[in-house]
């Protein structure tokens, strides 16, 4: 959702903006633009709805050229995503330009007030009252000081930001502040950058400083970069993190899309998760920051997630409470927060799930977790996120930069990192011993040479997915643990295929879904062999007696699914049914894929939808 990046040093600003949003593209957006200040010291800006690669056109043919600068992809939230509402946003002298990420959530107000002293707006946007207020300032006491004059103004939003400013009348300088929305600074030989998140800076440099809520930072040509906190004090040792994804880990490296690179990637993925867990007394989860005697006496567990991530926490759930005996209860962080009641205890431990660690309505719930006196324990895709930095425990499922919105490595990886913490918490409070703890450690680490052998029949899922070409909607089913894999599985084709699908526990089917069946509806049934197969196996002849066409995830050799459904995505056997999510998923990852190029979508990047979702 929305990115923000910003240049300045010796080189041309432009280069860098472009391929700094080309590489933010992921988190998803609707339009885009740049602005830099022009050798004649004027603001010089292009700025469209539409692809990045539709703006880097308009700025060639534009000549734009300037050493300082900022860019931005919108998310639209207020006003529609046209040019106009497209950022970079001026102030009334167009020479103050500034980019924002978040939400202001007294613009009207303000927009009010600034209309009253005479302020023209070319926008419907809330973003737009941040320039206006910057220029109040600049033209009061904060002449001549661009960082004043952004610390003024923002002393006036409500809301969240992550936003870059920059003004002709002090070129060289940019200036850079946030609240609630991620940003990250470098100091380089070259010059000075900012951006949303570590990818595109991840060809600059590897070491990047993180901004806390409030902090303003001035950056300029030299490189340097000065960070001021809330009080204004210079903060001579900033946060800094190391970027240990290399820049051509965010590249195709020769496959077609995104998505299928990251879906290929999910067995060395989790090997990196699962390497040296098991050491001398059993499952080493350090992260957590937690000793046994504390672990032991956790008595209920909140997980807490949004969208795919959300679908871990369903299925933490069920292990955790198999396995470690905990009573979990697993929540929609945007349902969560605006609920009354929550029931914790003094022994309560909070776990978020969220691969990019900026999932605003998560992190607004780990708040209101850590308020009551709970601990909160980070699953998540980025070590340097929000959700890592304010966590007292942050796992980091090292699946590597995840570009493709609809998340498939993240998603396995998240679940492995799921399952190694229900055993560590298991093996605290003694509701299993070590060889069992164990037994289950060297089960894990088969799932990666699994999902390599389901990888090999994705020829099954092309098959299948020729049996989606004039459906209009699909029906998912599963039982147990595998309802969360036909939640997933659905969300999948939904998202990238834009093709209607729902997904009920198969038992359920019977109480409505099941009056949308006529003959070539497609359902996806999940059916390995575990303990609830003969049930599933049930509601598939139910299906079937209606003429649909039942697609069935199944075990090697499982000759009654063989017999009754004519289309199988095999599944190599499982040493231990909790654990087959992991591995029938990445037939429902691949299918959603070939659904969605047969209908023509761009699968990385469908839309409506972000990667980040930051704001509420
Ligand atoms: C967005 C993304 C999903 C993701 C969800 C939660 O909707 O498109 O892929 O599952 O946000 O994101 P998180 O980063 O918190 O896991």
């Not at 007696?545 to 000759?559: F, L, M």
Request: charged share 20%; aromatic share 6%; glycine share 8%.
């Amino acid at each position: 959702m929305c990115g923000v990046v910003g240049y300045t040093g010796k080189n041309q600003a432009v280069k860098f903006l472009l391929d700094g949003l080309q590489t933010l593209e992921y988190r998803g957006y609707d339009s885009a633009g740049v602005e830099v200040v022009s050798p004649s010291g004027n603001l010089h800006g292009v700025k469209c709805a539409g692809r990045v690669h539709t703006l880097a056109e308009r700025c060639q043919a534009a000549n734009l050229v300037g050493t300082c600068g900022i860019g931005h992809t919108r998310w639209a939230t207020h006003g529609a995503p046209t040019d106009r509402n497209a950022h970079p946003h001026t102030d009334c002298s167009g020479r103050i330009a500034i980019v924002h990420n978040g939400i202001i959530e007294n613009y009207l107000e303000l927009k009010r007030y600034l209309m009253e002293r005479g302020h023209e707006f070319k926008s419907d946007t809330d973003s737009e009252v941040i320039a206006h207020l910057i220029e109040e300032a600049w033209n009061g006491a904060a002449r001549g000081n661009l960082v004043e004059a952004v610390r003024v103004a923002t002393e006036r939003l409500e809301g969240s930001w992550a936003l870059a400013c920059i003004c002709a009348d002090v070129p060289g300088q940019l200036v850079v502040t946030r609240k609630g929305s991620p940003l990250v600074v470098a100091s380089t030989t070259d010059g000075a950058y900012a951006a949303s998140d570590v990818m595109p800076l991840a060809s600059v440099t590897s070491h990047v400083i993180q901004l806390n809520d409030y902090d303003i930072a001035l950056l300029t040509p030299d490189g340097a970069v000065k960070v001021y906190d809330h009080d204004d004090e210079e903060v001579h040792h900033p946060d800094t993190i190391d970027i240990d994804w290399d820049a051509s880990a965010a590249t195709l490296g020769g496959y077609a899309d995104f998505m299928a690179k990251e879906i290929s990637e999910q067995p060395e993925a989790i090997e990196r998760l699962l390497k040296d867990r098991l050491g001398q007394h059993g499952i080493e989860l350090d992260e957590l920051k937690m000793g046994n005697k504390d672990l032991a006496q956790i008595d209920r567990i909140f997980v807490i997630a949004c969208g795919t991530s959300y679908h871990v926490g369903l299925i933490a759930k069920i292990i955790i409470q198999t396995w470690a005996k905990i009573p979990v209860f697993c929540e929609y962080a945007s349902e969560f927060n605006y609920e009354d009641e929550v029931l914790v205890t003094p022994h309560t431990l909070c776990v978020i799930i969220t691969q990019s660690g900026e999932t605003a309505d998560t992190l607004t719930a780990a708040r209101r977790m850590k308020g009551m006196g709970c601990k909160v324990f980070a699953i998540t895709n980025v070590l340097g996120s929000s959700a890592a930095r304010e966590s007292d425990g942050t796992m980091d499922i090292q699946a590597g930069p995840e570009v493709c919105v609809a998340s498939t490595k993240a998603y396995t990886a998240q679940m492995v990192a799921a399952v190694l913490l229900a055993l560590r918490l298991a093996q605290a409070n003694g509701s299993m011993d070590q060889q069992e703890v164990e037994r289950h450690y060297r089960d894990l680490q088969q799932i990666p040479d699994l999902i390599r052998e389901v990888l090999k029949r994705s020829w099954q899922d092309q098959q299948a997915a020729k049996l989606f070409r004039n459906a209009h909607s699909a029906l998912f089913l599963g039982r147990g643990v595998n309802s969360t894999t036909a939640y997933e599985g659905a969300l999948k084709l939904k998202e990238i295929s834009y093709l209607h699908a729902e997904a009920y526990p198969a038992g359920e089917m019977k109480h409505g879904p099941i009056a949308l069946l006529e003959p070539g509806f497609p359902v996806v049934a999940i059916v390995p062999a575990d303990h609830v197969h003969d049930k599933t196996l049930s509601n598939i002849e139910e299906c079937i007696a209606r003429g649909a066409q039942v697609i069935a995830v199944a075990t090697d050799g499982d000759e009654s699914v063989a017999k009754l459904c004519q289309h199988v995505l095999w599944v190599p056997p499982v040493p231990d049914e909790l654990l087959v999510p992991i591995v029938a998923v990445v037939h429902l990852q691949i299918l959603a894929r070939y659904v969605a190029r047969a209908r023509g979508c761009d699968v990385d990047k469908p839309r409506n939808l972000a990667k980040s979702v930051t704001v509420e």
